[in-house]
């Protein structure tokens, strides 16, 4: 299994368009930030047939110190979430 870094993705956009690569690669940058910006303010963004991102709450829980086995408090956090689409779930499933 290959992981796939910011430049492949970026020398694939490339090959798939007309972009160059320096526009592929802001059009990426521009991408993850909108996402961010999205997820920052508490919206979700939808791409469809890909997948939904999403803000998700944690509240603060009681976990434990894997070495100790001490209590220690978690704090409450917003966390960001992924859950895919039907074409990407279809596409993973068929490899």
Do not use: H, W
């Not at 802001?26 to 930030?33: E, F, I, L, N, S």
């Not at 939808?46 to 709450?57: K, M, Q, W």
């Amino acid at each position: 299994m290959a992981k796939l870094t910011k430049s492949d993705v970026v020398d694939s956009i490339v090959e798939l368009t007309d972009l160059s690569k320096k526009d592929a690669n802001a059009a990426v940058d521009a991408m993850v930030a909108t996402i961010c910006n999205a997820l920052s303010a508490g919206d979700s963004v939808g791409l469809i047939g890909f997948g939904t991102f999403e803000p998700r709450y944690r509240p603060a829980r009681t976990g434990r110190n894997p070495q100790t086995g001490a209590p220690l408090d978690i704090a409450e956090k917003t966390v960001p979430v992924f859950k895919a689409g039907k074409k990407l779930r279809d596409a993973a499933a068929s490899d």
